[in-house]
């Protein structure tokens, strides 16, 4: 009798290295949905960002408080708000986009805004204040300053977009939701692993967690990599 | 005043960097009004003060890149300037603080004084009318402290750069100014020629004199890379400076803490004295103490009587090193 992991771990591999072109489809399509949704969510946080770590105003810790929050908002809660909004008889319903590629990278825009906010924040508020009087000084302009305080964090803000990216890719709440997991539109990799378990195909479940593993890990050794330089 | 250099003297906390940047156009004056050139400078006229002076704070900080681009840094907003000519302007101002080929170092792992160097250079640059320099020689060591000194010097010489520059250090004032303000407390007590002040009437010295906890003695480096001052035979000062000789050193009567039995803490002064004076103040209360020499001690209403102080009482006297500033 042979133990059904082992057999899965097996033919994981022989799929890995097979080139499967369903395993590979699912692969690009869940790394071009988080990316989009990435690329979303860091165009609108950049500037949250930077108004929150640069200005100082009434309600800026209550801002603050509230995305770091959110920043463990659970992922089926967010995917079962956005079912409702989006879907045929809810407010948002005459988009059609429930169960489309795109509404998979919205949702996971709206999941990862809180991480690449307080990110991005904490980043600008560890540089020294004292340089944008310093480029004051210097003859720049207060937006410029700005800039500039904005240039020296950019380490910090590539930190904040891969661990985004991180959690979009491994998610999967809202995917499923609002996702639908359709064969050859919506399916990710996280989706799939659901499904395949659940109907007994473990070591295609394997072989694409072997994959999700294997990027995840690899993005935090490269975060680690830059944490350090 | 034009291509002159004036000194802001007065001891730390006594104002000297809030006006520095209050003429740099960094913050507007919660009273009163800043004039240049005979026209008053508001919130949106900041500009007028920012693009005709440039500062170099005391801490220096760098953008995290290379010397070159530091210095270049103010050059960017100039317009018409090509490439070749930035780079031109950054090789002088280098070669005037004697830091050449330090281009592609990068700012942030240089030493102290040599940062301060590049600072100086970023400042230089520019080629403003008006230099503010604050303390640009604190805490940097000998060899640094006179290529800045000659840098200045240098500067207002040849190109005839008007220079304020904010010291505590009474000799600096004196080697390197033509005009002095005295600043205490937040407010300038005196403006003079260098002679009017340092001469022989000396107001620099009649000034401190009347300030409570001023002490004068012979210094010697201990150590622990701290100054003993030796007052008298009785009161030996521990400061968290380095500077030997002769001098005189300041100590806010609220810096200073009375215990009833010494204290056991960081704080490197501790001194036994007897209460010979209490002045009331509404909630707050000034104690005389002699410890070997008259210290003035600020306290609480509340303190006095939960200690049960009264005059002729024993008391400990216990300040911090960092507490004890030159004049």
Request: charged share 20%.
């Amino acid at each position: 009798m042979t133990n059904p992991i082992v057999d899965g771990i097996i033919q994981a591999f022989q799929l890995l290295f097979s080139l499967d072109s369903t395993v590979y489809r699912i692969v690009f399509r869940s790394l071009y949905i988080s990316g989009l949704a990435v690329v979303m969510a860091t165009f609108w946080s950049l500037p949250i960002a930077a108004i929150l770590g640069l200005k100082n105003f009434r309600a800026k810790r209550l801002v603050r408080g509230t995305f770091n929050a959110f920043i463990g908002f659970p992922t089926v809660v967010l995917g079962l708000m956005l079912f409702l909004l989006f879907s045929r008889s809810g407010p948002l319903g005459t988009f059609g986009l429930l169960f489309t590629p795109l509404m998979i990278s919205i949702g996971q825009a709206i999941l990862i805004t809180p991480i690449l906010v307080s990110f991005i924040t904490s980043a600008i508020e560890a540089i020294d204040m004292d340089l944008r009087d310093l480029a004051m000084t210097l003859g720049s302009t207060e937006i410029q300053a700005s800039i500039a305080i904005l240039r020296e964090a950019s380490g910090g803000v590539i930190l904040a977009v891969l661990a985004a990216f991180n959690r979009a890719f491994a998610e999967l709440g809202v995917a499923m939701m609002v996702g639908g997991n359709i064969y050859g539109r919506t399916r990710l990799l996280t989706t799939a692993i659901a499904l395949e378990t659940n109907r007994g195909e473990i070591a295609f479940s394997i072989a694409l967690g072997v994959i999700l593993l294997a990027i995840v890990y690899t993005l935090n050794i490269a975060t680690n990599y830059l944490r350090r330089h | 005043m034009k291509g002159t250099i004036t000194t802001l003297l007065g001891p730390s906390g006594s104002g000297k960097t809030t006006l520095l940047r209050i003429v740099a156009g960094l913050d507007s004056p919660t009273r009163g009004n800043v004039f240049f050139k005979n026209s008053m400078i508001t919130n949106n006229t900041l500009n007028v003060l920012r693009n005709n002076a440039t500062m170099v704070f005391q801490k220096s900080v760098f953008f995290d890149t290379t010397v070159y681009n530091n210095v270049a840094y103010g050059l960017k907003f100039k317009e018409d300037l090509s490439r070749d000519q930035i780079s031109n302007k950054v090789g002088e101002a280098l070669e005037l603080v004697r830091l050449e080929g330090y281009e592609k170092r990068r700012a942030k792992k240089l030493s102290g004084g040599e940062q301060q160097r590049v600072s100086l250079a970023r400042a230089l640059v520019l080629d403003r009318e008006f230099l503010l320099l604050d303390e640009p020689t604190v805490n940097i060591d000998p060899k640094n402290v006179s290529i800045i000194e000659e840098t200045i010097l240098r500067v207002n010489r040849e190109k005839n750069t008007t220079i304020i520059l904010a010291t505590h250090n009474m000799f600096q004032a004196e080697a390197l100014s033509q005009n002095v303000a005295l600043i205490l407390e937040g407010t300038v007590k005196q403006t003079g020629t260098k002679q009017e002040i340092f001469g022989k009437s000396n107001k620099y010295m009649t000034i401190f004199a009347r300030l409570e906890n001023v002490f004068s003695g012979i210094s010697k480096i201990s150590e622990g890379y701290t100054s003993i001052i030796h007052v008298n035979a009785n009161l030996s000062i521990e400061a968290a400076f380095n500077r030997p000789g002769k001098i005189s050193v300041y100590v806010r009567p609220e810096d200073i803490l009375v215990s009833t039995s010494p204290l056991k803490s960081s704080a490197r002064n501790v001194f036994k004295g007897r209460i010979i004076g209490i002045t009331e103040v509404g909630s707050i209360v000034r104690l005389v103490v002699d410890a070997g020499k008259k210290f003035s001690v600020q306290i609480t209403k509340k303190s006095l009587t939960e200690m049960n102080l009264n005059v002729g009482a024993e008391v400990y006297l216990t300040f911090k090193a960092s507490a004890v500033h030159l004049i």
